[in-house]
Every structure is written in structure tokens, then in C-alpha cells.
């Protein structure tokens, strides 16, 4: 098994990622199907000729620089393992921030939310998890996303503690009309169409319809915050997840449609990453 773990860190250089130890684990714990202490307390054993076939093919796929959650298919979020594809975003550590936010928020009564663009449906379940009695649907405008976010609800389902999650297809709010929440959340597509990270890394691989707003990364943005206002309850809360440096342009647009409240949270490496704010007529 160690053995595996070596030929691929006798990767050139040019072939490495910057965890490619790391790397070289996930895709042999896929393989085999067993947990990490497994490994290490087994150094000794050999894979079967049809795992090294599948581990060399993983490391292949790797090495052109495909993300390691799309060969493994699976990545995990708020401790739910989530199924991934190349339809949407890989959930990110960094949006389990906006779940905490959610629960900062200690509401005690079961309410309806709104997750605008849920992909995976990572934060929607991530929420349902500790919240099952919450009314929450999760919508996107790509269909094959809608599938895979069930797919996941289904998966974590066995004591029917995601039932009261539904995914529908909806070009943001249109297929919800008089539809009103209690709480939205959003982690939409917020980067520049000439952004350079573009370019780069796993990105390649995810879909430009999960990443990419017009104007400067804000559109997606502003088009939500325009339109919560009507599908929140009175002093609703809306949580945006946006980019490091979009919270000012976020909160003055706040500001603008009349929400009150803002206040802006860092991320796991302490950038600006959440803004919170409140809706009301009064
Ligand atoms: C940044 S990804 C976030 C995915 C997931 N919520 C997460 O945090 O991992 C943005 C998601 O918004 C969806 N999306 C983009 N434009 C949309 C639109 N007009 N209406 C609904 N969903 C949209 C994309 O398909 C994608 O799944």
C-alpha cells in the first residue's frame, strides 16, 4: 500500500499539486474503501491487480489536474459526505461560515428558508442537519444540479432527518413567485469574467455557471438583494456569501434597498466572506 502512496509522490515536480501527499491518500482510501487509520495500521498490505488499475487511473486523471472530489465523487461539507459532479460548485470550507451564521442567528422557532443556487445542496442540508424541522428549499437554475442535490438529500435521509428539504428548478426567484421566507441564504456565482484564478487550479474544472457575474462579480448579487425584499417575511434575514473584496459594494447596495442591520463576517483565513442584514418594512 505504501508503495502506491510513493510512485505517486515520485511525481515530477510539474505534475504536483502543493498536497500531493494528501492527494495520494484520499485517492488509495477511495480505492480500497477504508478509513485512514487503515492504512497506516496496514502499511504492509498489497493492493489487487484491480486496485492498482483503479488507483493508477485516478492518479492519471490527477495528474491532469482534475479536482480530487470530482475523481473521488464525493466531497465532505458540514460532515455530510456530499456527492460532487462537474455541474456545480465543490463546496468550499470556507461557505460553512454562512451555515454558522445561520446558526448564530439561534432561532428557537421552525421556520421556512430560502438557499438560492444550491449546487450540491451542501448548505441546505447543512442546515436541515441541524435544523430538521425547518421548512427549507434549495433551488438552482441547472437541472442536473436540482438531480444531484436530491440525490444527496435522499442519501442522508435514512432517519428522515432531511424530509422537510425540497431542490426545485428556478432561475433565482422566478419559479417562486409569492413565495415568502423567513430566511434566504445565497452563495452565488460572485467572481469577474476576467478573473485570473479562473485559470487556475480546480476552478478549471467547475462550471462557469456556478463562478461567474457580470459587473465586476456583483450581478448575481445585486439581483438578489433586490428581489429578497419581496420574498421576505417581515424582518426576514438574508446571508450572502460574496468575494474577500466585495463586502463594502455588498453592504452600500444593502444600504441602498433599505435592509438594515448589516454586518459582515470573516472566513477561515479571515477574509470578508458573509454579510447578514435584515428586512422590514417598519
Ligand atoms: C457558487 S455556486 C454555489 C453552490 C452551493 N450553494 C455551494 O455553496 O457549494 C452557485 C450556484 O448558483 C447556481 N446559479 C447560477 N445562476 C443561477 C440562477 N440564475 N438561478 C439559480 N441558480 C443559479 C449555479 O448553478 C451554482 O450551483
Not at 466531497?75 to 456530499?82: K, M, N, Q, T
Not at 460553512?96 to 430560502?114: F, G, K, R
Amino acid at each position: 500500500m505504501a508503495a502506491a502512496v510513493s510512485a505517486f509522490l515520485a511525481l515530477p515536480e510539474d505534475n504536483k499539486s502543493d498536497t500531493v501527499k494528501l492527494d495520494a491518500e484520499v485517492l488509495l482510501l477511495a480505492c480500497i474503501d477504508k478509513t485512514r487509520t487503515y492504512i497506516f495500521t496496514w502499511p504492509e498490505k498489497k493492493l489487487s491487480q484491480e486496485q492498482q488499475k483503479r488507483f493508477f487511473e485516478m492518479v492519471q486523471r490527477r495528474k491532469l489536474g482534475e479536482p480530487i472530489a470530482h475523481i473521488v465523487g464525493f466531497r465532505e461539507f458540514w460532515s455530510l459526505p456530499l456527492e460532487v459532479n462537474a455541474q456545480t460548485l465543490i463546496p468550499r470550507p470556507d461557505t460553512e461560515t454562512l451555515v454558522e451564521q445561520v446558526l448564530a442567528l439561534e432561532i428557537t422557532n421552525d421556520i421556512s428558508l430560502l438557499d438560492l443556487g444550491t449546487g450540491t445542496g451542501a448548505i441546505a442540508l447543512a442546515i436541515a442537519s441541524e435544523y430538521p424541522n425547518w421548512n427549507i428549499t434549495g433551488c438552482d437554475r441547472i437541472q442536473a444540479a436540482i438531480e444531484l442535490a436530491e440525490r444527496n438529500r435522499q442519501r442522508l435521509n435514512n432517519d428522515n432527518q432531511f424530509s422537510k428539504v425540497q431542490f426545485i428548478k428556478s432561475n433565482w426567484f422566478s419559479a417562486l413567485k409569492n413565495k415568502k421566507y423567513d430566511v434566504i441564504v445565497s452563495n452565488p456565482p460572485y467572481i469577474e469574467p476576467n478573473d485570473p484564478h479562473l485559470n487556475q487550479g480546480d476552478v478549471c474544472f467547475e462550471p462557469l455557471s456556478a463562478l461567474v457575474a457580470q459587473d465586476d462579480g456583483m450581478a448575481d448579487l445585486k439581483h438578489i438583494i433586490m428581489q429578497a425584499r419581496s420574498h421576505l417575511n417581515e424582518n426576514g434575514v438574508l446571508l450572502l456569501e460574496h468575494g474577500y473584496n466585495q463586502s463594502q459594494q455588498v453592504s452600500d447596495f444593502l444600504i441602498q434597498m433599505s435592509y438594515k442591520g448589516i454586518k459582515t463576517f470573516t472566513d477561515l483565513s479571515g477574509n470578508d466572506r458573509i454579510t447578514v442584514s435584515q428586512f422590514g418594512t417598519e
